[in-house]
T-cell receptor, first 110, second 113 residues
Framework: GENVEQHPSTLSVQEGDSAVIKCTYS??????FPWYKQELGKGPQLIID?????GEKKDQRIAVTLNKTAKHFSLHITETQPEDSAVYFC?????????FGKGTKLTVNP | DAMVIQNPRYQVTQFGKPVTLSCSQT?????MYWYQQKSSQAPKLLFH???????NEADTPDNFQSRRPNTSFCFLDIRSPGLGDAAMYLC????????????FGSGTRLTVV
């Protein structure tokens, strides 16, 4: 089955810096790659996603890149703000299966 | 706003006492999922419904059951909660299976005493 590795597990940056979180997946048939942000005590919230026919997608300060050949995808957050502090999960999906990475705890220091 | 609503937000139950968590959706999605999330871990899928078609994950304990009486509602029943069942329980929906965007509820935090 699909396996998703996510790195780093924790990331601390200064406000205004960029943050990058990387994920690799094992099943080349995976075709949908969402990123979720989860704040303490809340459910995961979809922040950006990318499908396998696209290499890059951007939404304001957030971007995701996908390299199908290498089977890895990354989340890029620019100009980080304290409210970006949360746990971020990547995931890879085939049909009804959505496999999550183990999460990255991002801390943005003012 | 169309959304996924979970009730209650916090639930305390006694060891061995049956408990039911509820989820409702206004998105009219075909698929509803239940996930268990323990502290500092990723969500783990327990089961899901496509309409009324129930699908159980192989490693979901028999202690966990689910009901979906209609499109809008789905329930998670824990027949005899143990201390190890304390977790956040997340409900999610998607329109269908093919790369469907999942929308999550805010979760129910279950404490077993």
């Amino acid at each position: 089955g699909e396996n998703v590795e996510q790195h780093p597990s924790t990331l601390s940056v200064q406000e205004g810096d960029s943050a990058v979180i990387k994920c690799t997946y094992s099943d080349s048939a995976s075709n949908y790659f969402p990123w979720y942000k989860q704040e303490l005590g809340k459910g995961p919230q979809l922040i950006i996603d990318i499908r396998s026919n696209v290499g890059e997608k951007k939404d304001q300060r957030i971007a995701v890149t996908l390299n199908k050949t290498a089977k890895h995808f990354s989340l890029h957050i620019t100009e980080t703000q304290p409210e970006d502090s949360a746990v971020y999960f990547c995931a890879a999906s085939i049909a009804e299966k959505l496999v999550f990475g183990k999460g990255t705890k991002l801390t943005v220091n003012p | 706003d169309a959304m996924v609503i979970q009730n209650p937000r916090y639930q305390v139950t006694q060891f061995g006492k049956p408990v039911t968590l509820s989820c409702s959706q206004t998105l009219n999605h075909n698929v509803m999922y239940w996930y268990q999330q323990k502290s500092s871990q990723a969500p783990k899928l327990l089961f899901h419904y496509y309409d009324k078609d129930f699908n159980n994950e192989a490693d979901t304990p028999d202690n966990f059951q689910s009901r979906r009486p209609n499109t809008s509602f789905c329930f998670l029943d824990i027949r005899s909660p143990g201390l190890g069942d304390a977790a956040m329980y997340l409900c999610a929906t998607s329109r269908d299976y093919s790369g469907g965007v999942r929308t999550f509820g805010s979760g129910t935090r279950l404490t077993v005493v």
